[in-house]
């Protein structure tokens, strides 16, 4: 239709002309900037990611001359690895206790926050200090913090307790990696539940003062639904985050006392560049896919809801 | 009476808290300026304060070439991420074209890609190109970023339509309009990005750890991990890696603390 009109319209040619030129700029413009990042992301995300599913459907080592198809059989193989089970279990382990932990501290901090008037921004900023330095200098201090010869076990002693295993115990190792995790990641959790807690207009605390709310009632029937948007989303942040812990294990335990550190990705890490096994390697990469496109699709579910009060 | 009491306790948790958030980098000083005897000892304040672990670390590690390194890479990373991502955020937030949509669904998409998904192909493409053991094979999978794409996207959306249309009709062309009216509007969340991704080179971990072969092209990350795991028990000296590594950053940070927790803000509501 709008052809028809366009055609039958007697427009002034020089107009037109002009028009058709601004719009062939314009066209240039637009795909000769897009032409390096289209480029970018076939050849560095979506292709290598299609290769990797390739991948996994073969038995695929580095240095031999033939990669066979083998169908699903490296899954199959997964489930029924002692190592990949118990990554998969310590991974929900790591996801579980690490999100959970995060959020609780760093609800409980920043409602700490919010109730005071001075020194706000310099709490704030110590709070914050862990999360921009790297994480491989932060495993380390804690490896030397939990040394069987290191200061807790030091002042462990000085008190009268007995001295602990820390990282070479299989049953507190995983408790300590994710420990160190939360401590870099307090600081972001923080600065943004303090974000969505400025958020809550102030009249709903004034009317609950008029009522005669306590400090709990103000806090389970204002703060904490209001604040629900910003709680979901910083756990579908933090899920993600924990389970792709890499570098704190790397750096503190090498997956072990016996396995009890391992998550997925340190397996899949030792399996494929340690092992070389890259088929085995990839189709644990795909489950980590899949787990994580279940959240992706959990999120989008949740987020997209409107929160109106 | 009570009020007051209330708000000493709120202080001194707030306060414990800090001290448990800062004793690790204060424990971490303490021991690399002390002598190896004393390194088990809980003092922390040194009794013969000493820089020789700095100067042992300096002299015969390349510690300052992993510097080096890491500044090199986390710089152009960023500098090309900001060109990139601004431009493309700017395409997709401003004009309709045909197959917009399916661009944008694509790099949107590769948001949900695990890193560890790719860095078995990836690594397959060093090898194969090259790459292995260069700044540019550190480099590449993040020269551009979907994350920074879609938050540069929705901040220049609010960008009116008639400011670029003025533009336009003052005779300006599509790349000046780009760089001359619409990047000042976003320069907040422009700022926020630069700083998330220089974070996220400078700390970046598993890539390089795979991609680089020879001593000598260590970021600091990768460079502090093997220096400490083949100097176990030298504590006094990985202390002072560790503090190399983390103290140039935490100084820069504190300079520009307000800043960068606002751009957590603008970027993490989004």
């Not at chain 1, 700029?25 to 289209?38: A, D, E, G, N, T």
């Not at chain 1, 080592?61 to 199959?76: M, R």
Request: proline share 4%; glycine share 6%; with cysteine.
């Amino acid at each position: 239709m709008s052809n028809l009109e366009l055609n039958t319209k007697v427009e002034p040619k020089r107009t037109k002309k002009r028009h058709v030129t601004l719009k062939q700029q314009k066209y240039i413009f637009i795909y000769s900037c897009l032409f390096v990042p289209v480029v970018f992301f076939l050849s560095i995300r979506l292709l290598p990611m299609l290769y990797t599913f390739n991948v996994g459907f073969h038995e695929w080592k580095i240095l031999s001359p033939e990669q066979p198809f083998v169908g699903l059989s490296n899954y199959t193989s997964l489930f029924q690895d002692e190592v990949f089970l118990r990554a998969l279990q310590n991974t929900g382990i790591y996801v579980l206790v690490g999100v959970i932990g995060q959020m609780i501290l760093g609800l409980i901090v920043s409602l700490l926050l919010q109730r005071v008037n001075r020194f706000v921004g310099l709490f704030r900023v110590i709070y914050f200090i862990p999360y921009i330095t790297s994480a491989v200098a932060i495993s380390w201090i804690f490896k030397w913090i939990l040394m069987n010869n290191g200061i807790l076990n030091n002042i462990l002693l000085n008190l009268g307790f007995e001295k602990q295993l820390f990282l070479q115990d299989p049953n507190q190792a995983i408790y300590l990696v994710i420990g160190t995790i939360i401590f870099q990641g307090l600081g972001f959790q923080i600065v943004i539940f303090l974000a969505g807690l400025e958020n809550i207009p102030n009249m709903f605390y004034e009317a609950a003062d008029i009522d005669g709310a306590n400090g709990w009632q103000k806090l389970s029937k204002i703060t904490l639904p209001l604040l629900n948007p910003t709680i979901v989303f910083s756990a579908v942040i933090a899920t993600i985050s924990f389970l792709q812990s890499f570098t704190q294990i790397e750096n503190m335990t090498g997956g072990g006392p016996l396995n009890s550190t391992m998550t997925i990705v340190y397996y899949i890490y030792e399996l494929a560049f340690q092992k070389f096994e890259m088929g085995y390697a990839s189709a644990a990469t795909v489950i980590l896919f899949l787990i994580i496109f279940l959240i992706t699709l959990f999120q989008m579910k949740v987020l997209t809801k409107r929160f109106d009060y | 009476m009570k009020k007051g009491w209330k708000s000493f306790l709120v202080y001194f948790l707030l306060t414990a808290g800090s001290l448990i958030m800062l004793f690790p980098f204060i424990w971490m000083i303490s021991t690399s300026f002390k002598l190896p005897l004393e390194v088990f000892t809980l003092d922390i304040i040194p009794e013969n304060p000493t820089i020789q672990n700095y100067q042992k670390i300096i002299g015969d590690t390349l510690f300052l070439k992993w510097f080096l390194n890491s500044l090199i890479i986390a710089i152009i990373t960023t500098l090309s991420v900001a060109i990139f991502d601004t431009l493309v955020g700017y395409i997709l937030a401003k004009f309709s074209f045909p197959g917009k949509n399916i661009i944008f669904v694509a790099i949107l998409s590769t948001l949900m890609i695990p890193t560890e998904m790719l860095v078995i192909p990836w690594y397959m493409m060093s090898t194969e190109f090259g790459w292995v053991d260069s700044y540019w094979g550190i480099m590449f999978p993040g020269v551009i970023s979907a994350f920074g794409i879609f938050l540069m996207r929705q901040f220049m959306e609010s960008i009116p339509d008639d400011l670029l249309d003025a533009a336009r009709i003052d005779g300006m062309r599509e790349f000046g309009i780009f760089v001359k009216v619409a990047i000042p509007q976003v320069r907040p969340a422009l700022s926020a990005l630069c700083i998330f991704s220089f974070l996220g080179n400078w700390n970046a971990f598993l890539w390089p750890l795979l991609v680089i072969e020879s001593t000598g092209m260590r970021t600091l990350p990768v460079g502090l991990a093997f220096f400490s795991s083949e100097n176990q028990e030298y504590w006094e000296l990985i202390m002072a890696g560790a503090t190399i590594s983390v103290i140039p950053l935490i100084i820069v940070f504190l300079f520009f603390q307000k800043q960068i927790i606002k751009g957590i803000v603008l970027t993490g509501m989004k």
